[in-house]
């Protein structure tokens, strides 16, 4: 089957459509399924719905009208701030255009556009990541720490926590954050070296002091500087089979 976009594509993205009108939203929605995106879609009629959203989950993409009842487009971003997902402007007043770019708009859709067009736009995001080897040993990553950024070896992680859009990192005796959701780390990082112990708790396995099966059947894991994380019960489960213990 030939391939819809120019260029590739990761077809697995958390999209938000974030658009007023219920007609337009189902368009949309539509056209991604047409053009074989199997993600996860998730719909916005407002600047405070989209807010909320996008705070509980953070999508891979926003398709973002710009006039909307309560507030614009724009509004949003300021919002959700500077370290806000990518985001393709979809709209039909072409004088934001400038201002949308200003942004770092990876695209700007004026109504009407057809399945080509939003390919073509989809083409632009910046995900090669699919494509790229993993993070393991030898290989950093970048961290904030008070107020600067410091690039940490990734073997010298022992934990990592899901803080909504951002994520603590933990070493030794201290702790960093990146502006990357737990879903992203767990797609980037190297998984014979990392294990989700928890939906929001990333472990270094080989950083581990000791590693218990507690009453209730679920692992409990001891990191360095007396962490202890409880491993959910599906992790537990998942663990234990690729773990052997």
């Not at 089957?1 to 658009?19: K, Y």
């Not at 807010?51 to 989950?57: F, L, Q």
């Not at 370290?83 to 770092?104: M, R």
């Amino acid at each position: 089957m030939t391939s819809p976009f120019p260029g590739a594509v990761s077809r697995d993205l958390d999209i938000l459509i974030v658009e007023d009108e219920r007609p337009a939203r189902s368009e949309l929605k539509r056209m991604l399924r047409s053009l074989e995106m199997m993600g996860e879609i998730r719909e916005a009629s407002s600047v405070t719905e989209a807010v909320i959203k996008a705070n509980s989950s953070r999508p891979d993409l926003i398709l973002l009208d710009i006039q909307m009842p309560g507030g614009s487009g724009f509004d949003l971003l300021r919002q959700l701030g500077p370290d806000h997902p990518p985001v393709i402007f979809t709209t039909a007043y072409e004088q934001f255009a400038v201002k949308a770019f200003e942004e770092e708009a990876v695209d700007y859709l004026l109504k009407p556009f057809n399945e080509k067009r939003l390919a073509k736009a989809l083409a632009r995001l910046p995900f090669p990541d699919s494509q790229s080897p993993p993070l393991t040993h030898g290989d950093t990553i970048l961290l904030k720490l008070d107020g600067e950024c410091l690039l940490l070896p990734v073997e010298s992680i022992d934990l990592m926590v899901t803080t909504g859009n951002t994520t603590e990192v933990f070493w030794g005796d201290i702790r960093g954050k990146v502006n990357k959701p737990m879903k992203y780390l767990v797609k980037k990082l190297d998984s014979s070296l990392f294990f989700r112990a928890t939906r929001d708790q990333l472990i270094n396995v080989q950083n581990l002091v000791s590693l218990r099966t507690n009453d209730e059947g679920l692992v409990e894991a001891k990191l360095p500087h007396k962490r202890q994380v409880t491993f959910s019960r599906r992790q537990s489960i998942l663990f234990r089979k690729s773990h052997k213990i």
